[in-house]
T-cell receptor
């Protein structure tokens, strides 16, 4: 089954404790992206990747890191999480860039206390 | 930077009525305009999309129109049903995808 898989689905952590949210897609998509969803603000792009070893900042990259060592994986790293990073996070992939349909993962609800 | 504005933020309609959601975008290079529906607790999923070489596209009860000159595009839902209640996001895509802030649609039975 074609899908985008994120883990974990739910995470509660403490300020400053490094964490990684994994994202994997099995559709051989070139484009992958991370968004955070906050009430009234929609889906804001954190980072995106056009292909392996190619990543770029989105609109809200501060406090986040990503890597794209393999085509299928695009982990989101929070080196030192803070309470303002409490949010619902979505990973998405698309065949080729931002002008093709995006397929979203199930979402990760992160709470930083 | 590039942005997409979406209105209204909340829309309440009676079952059977039509609903219209409007978006404007700023990046002239955008050439792909998808609409996503997000039901409560679920992930966004594509419901319809349109490309810049097309002015209108219809799929059963939903339609999208695009005015590239004015940088406007709209989603039209006719004969609304309670299961249409959700958050709807417009987006403008080119090199990357920019999303609007979303419209929460309530369809009252």
């Amino acid at each position: 089954e074609a899908q985008v898989t994120q883990n974990p689905r739910y995470l509660i952590t403490v300020t400053g404790k490094k964490l990684t949210v994994t994202c994997s897609q099995n559709m051989n998509h070139e484009y992958m992206s991370w968004y955070r969803q906050d009430p009234g603000l929609g889906l804001r792009q954190i980072y995106y990747s056009m292909n392996v070893e190619v990543t770029d900042k989105g609109d809200v990259p501060e406090g986040y890191k990503v890597s794209r060592k393999e085509k299928r994986n695009f982990p989101l790293i929070l080196e030192s999480p803070s309470p303002n990073q409490t949010s619902l996070y979505f990973c998405a992939s698309a065949p080729r860039g931002g002008n093709t349909e995006a397929f979203f993962g199930q979402g990760t609800r992160l709470t930083v206390v | 930077g590039e942005n997409v504005e979406q209105h209204p933020s909340t829309l309440s309609v009676q079952e059977g009525d039509s609903a219209v959601i409007k978006c404007t975008y700023s990046d002239s290079a955008s050439n792909y305009f998808p609409w996503y529906k997000q039901e409560l607790g679920k992930r966004p999923q594509l419901i319809i999309d349109i490309r810049s070489n097309v002015g209108e596209k219809k799929d059963q009860r939903i339609a999208v129109t695009l005015n590239k000159t004015a940088k406007h595009f709209s989603l039209h839902i006719t004969e609304t049903q309670p299961e249409d209640s959700a958050v709807y996001f417009c987006a403008a895509g080119g090199f990357k995808t920019i999303f609007g802030a979303g419209t929460r649609l309530f369809v009252k039975a």
